[in-house]
């Protein structure tokens, strides 16, 4: 007999549903799933999944402080085998910052073997580091066993986990917390508990208590890495208001000779002959040492840092970086903003206090609003812990009230054990005792019907009863609730006072002075340099001021071009035909025992745009610029300077124009002289040329053929000068100008007998 099995149809479990809606449906569940069990932490116990987990697998194993350590890859296997199914080596990795007194102000987990360091190396493999809990971490889950939290089943339902952890331990701002979530994230830094403590105690005193008055007794972080914080305090009471904002955290700058709050003067090291070098012995949270050494090793390689000739490690337990000044005249405080400014030895700390509340919703709260929240947890909790001490002391006390029946009727009890068969039931009958009495009286042991054990019942039956007097006055009063939670918070407050090794605040907060002001050309040490750039674009700089007539090498094919006098710290304005101004370092020029390199490596130089003039840039100078078209304005230096390789546009040009001369105006000129290719010389007042800092200009000379051959600026009293032809370097002026002088934009008329036949001045 064969029977046919019909295979359901795989399509009958199509679901016909809008691609997008179902998507929509699907993200939203992983993304919650995110926000309430992974990233974000519980405003009660300051924890995310994986850490209460980790806690928790750690106390079942009963590795407490008095315990033994066992093996991380024990705690990791628990962990990820009954109560969070995820990776090990995330799990790991979470645990390895509970025990990193560098990572946690104040860690929960403590290791023996290698859990990193803040070099930024990697903690060894698990199977190799053991772990057991800190007494803080007992702190926070104090109270488990007293009914205080719910537990939850875990993931297969095997065990149960507790929601949070009940333990007055203010872990969330005492530790911080980091996480991304999905659309939000959080961030909050670890603080000093004793401040916390301090905050709380006044919100319980005066619950109307203003944002200012905590921010009198809540100063800001307390970084395990300790720094400095150079933010204001209306800056971060702001940021503590509202929840959001930034903290510019530094490191110090200390030799751990220098007397509290001096930090700002402190870090110079004294040195034989009048030399000195900077120690920092703090760095910015979250900072790998490593990487900041590696960081100012390239600013040094790069030469962006010249003041700083080098850096050493000397650290051991604690941090010692020393910086070495290229001498002894460089100024301290201009290194220690250089270094600020350019590596991570300023930071920002991104302030975002999104926590999850009791009803597991996210949320950005304020200082105030998370302290309110968390005291009420805190009540809540010595509420239901209370509820559970009188519950057992209920069960208790009637049970001390059926043997305080059974040792007043001793006799009649021992006659109705012996001669009944069934004891219980004519027990409870005539002493009207319940059930559990009848059953704890049939399981007394002989040796507990002395006399002096019904002394002991009825002493601990008054103190029962008297503890349950109080506790039933705590659950009435909502005042001595708060006294009682007062209480703990002092008890507690005294194992983090400012006076202990784990108490004392590390993170100074200091106001930084007004950050100096300085370009990175005032660090290029300043020395005499050559400018050479040959006729095919080929740039170097010589050493020293050579003269500028002695006979250069160049290519074969090339020859000179421009040859100048400049300081490594002067910048070069480099002008081409095509009206684009381009900028140069000095001290960024090609060594001169080549022939250099090419310009264009150096610039964004158009291939058809030819050089025309190289000169070194003057502050709040002028220059005259003119097109061979015989348009042409006056332009400040200053608005010259270009920021990137593309050069600026300064002169527009059109098909055939080009920029073809560019002078540097002296102070005392007064004048313009143009000549054109005709021959013909105009001379007019600078005052008719305009100052732009770009276009195509004015006319400055009418011509019926040809253009503009050159043009120069000129003391009108002192005449026009032009050079001689010539090896004889002779100059001639022509005294009496005036009769050339002009209005802007005439014809103007023949030069001087002798003017040179090219139109050059």
């Known amino acids: 007999m064969t029977t046919d099995i019909t295979e359901p149809d795989p399509f009958d479990a199509i679901v016909d549903a809008p691609f997008d809606s179902a998507l929509s449906e699907r993200y939203l569940i992983y993304a919650l799933s995110t926000i309430t069990a992974r990233s974000l932490p519980d405003l009660r116990d300051g924890l995310k999944p994986v850490h209460r987990r980790l806690l928790w697998a750690m106390r079942q194993l009963k590795l407490n402080p008095t315990d033994a350590f066992k093996k991380s890859a024990r705690v990791v296997g628990d962990v990820i085998g009954k109560y969070h199914p995820h990776g090990d080596q995330s799990v790991y990795d979470a645990m390895v910052r509970l025990a990193q007194p560098f990572s946690l102000?104040?860690?929960?987990?403590?290791?023996?073997?290698?859990f990193g360091n803040i070099d930024g190396d990697n903690a060894a493999a698990y199977r190799y580091t053991e772990a057991r809990?800190?007494?803080?971490?007992?702190?926070?889950?104090?109270?488990?066993?007293?009914?205080?939290?719910?537990f939850i089943p875990t993931y297969n339902g095997e065990e149960e986990e507790p929601e949070i952890f009940p333990g007055i331990f203010p872990n969330l701002l005492a530790n911080g917390s980091s996480g991304i979530a999905v659309g939000m994230a959080t961030s909050i830094p670890s603080?000093?508990?004793a401040e916390v403590i301090d905050a709380a105690l006044l919100l319980i005193d005066n619950p109307t208590a203003e944002h200012a008055e905590l921010m009198q007794l809540f100063h800001g972080p307390d970084f395990a890495t300790g720094g400095v914080v150079v933010d204001s305090p209306a800056?971060?009471?702001h940021a503590y208001e509202t929840g959001r904002g930034a903290i510019r955290v530094r490191g110090r700058f200390s030799t751990g000779r220098e007397p509290d709050g001096a930090w700002e003067a402190s870090g110079i090291e004294k040195l034989p002959g009048g030399q000195w070098q900077l120690v920092i012995s703090e760095i910015p949270y979250m900072l790998a040492k490593g990487k900041l050494i590696e960081q100012v090793a390239q600013l040094i390689a790069d030469k962006k840092l010249p003041i700083l000739e080098d850096i050493r490690d000397e650290s051991d337990e604690a941090i010692r970086l020393v910086f070495v000044p290229k001498s002894r005249n460089v100024d301290p405080d201009l290194l220690k903003q250089s270094l600020f400014k350019l590596t991570d030895l300023e930071t920002r700390f991104s302030l975002n206090l999104n926590v999850l509340d009791e009803t597991r919703t996210p949320g950005v709260l304020s200082l105030k609003l998370l302290l309110q929240e968390w005291l009420k947890s805190q009540i809540d909790i010595l509420m239901r812990r209370s509820q559970h001490r009188l519950d057992k002391i209920a069960a208790r006390l009637e049970l001390l009230e059926g043997y305080i029946i059974?040792?007043?009727n001793l006799d009649r009890i021992i006659e109705i054990i012996r001669s009944e068969d069934e004891p219980k039931v004519l027990m409870m009958a005539e002493f009207e005792l319940n059930d559990r009495q009848a059953e704890a009286i049939?399981?007394?042991?002989?040796?507990?019907?002395?006399?002096?054990e019904e002394m002991e019942l009825r002493r601990e039956l008054d103190t029962l009863r008297a503890e349950q007097d109080e506790l039933n006055k705590l659950l009435d009063s909502p005042a001595r609730q708060r006294t009682r939670i007062k209480r703990d918070l002092a008890n507690l407050r005294k194992d983090y006072a400012e006076d202990t090794a784990l108490g004392r605040r590390r993170t100074t907060i200091a106001e930084a002075a007004p950050t100096i002001e300085f370009s990175m050309d005032a660090m290029i040490e300043k020395a005499p340099v050559t400018v050479i750039l040959s006729a095919k674009g080929w740039v170097r700089g010589a050493s020293g001021h050579e003269p500028l007539d002695k006979d250069f090498k160049y290519k074969d094919g090339d020859g000179a071009a421009f040859a100048l006098h400049a300081q490594t710290t002067d910048k070069l304005l480099i002008a081409c035909d095509n009206g684009r101004f381009y900028t140069l370092g000095a001290d960024k020029l090609p060594g001169a025992r080549g022939f250099g390199e090419p310009v264009r490596t150096m610039l964004d130089i158009d291939t058809e745009a030819a050089i025309i003039a190289v000169m070194v840039y003057r502050p709040k100078a002028q220059l005259l610029l003119a097109s061979n078209a015989g348009r042409g304005f006056v332009a400040e230096a200053d608005e010259l300077l270009a920021e990137t390789r593309k050069g600026r546009g300064v002169m527009t040009t059109k098909p055939g124009v080009k920029l073809s001369v560019v002078r540097e105006v002296p102070a005392e000129h007064d004048h313009i002289a143009v000549v054109g290719d005709n021959r013909k010389l105009v001379i007019f007042s600078l005052s008719e040329m305009p100052v732009m800092a770009k276009g195509q200009g004015v006319t400055l000379q009418r011509y019926r053929d040809g253009g503009l051959a050159d043009a120069i600026t000129l003391k009108l009293e002192d005449g026009l000068s032009w050079t001689m032809g010539g090896d004889t370097g002779r100059t001639r002026t022509e005294k009496d100008a005036v009769m050339w002088k002009v209005a802007r934009g005439a014809a103007g008329r023949l030069p001087p007998t002798g003017f040179p036949r090219d139109g050059r001045f």
């Open 105 to 114: 102000r104040y860690p929960l987990v403590e290791g023996q073997g290698n």
């Open 133 to 150: 809990l800190t007494k803080t971490a007992i702190q926070l889950m104090a109270g488990l066993d007293e009914g205080t939290v719910n």
């Open 191 to 193: 603080h000093n508990v």
């Open 235 to 237: 800056a971060l009471s």
């Open 406 to 408: 059974a040792f007043l």
């Open 442 to 452: 049939l399981n007394m042991r002989l040796r507990s019907l002395r006399r002096l």
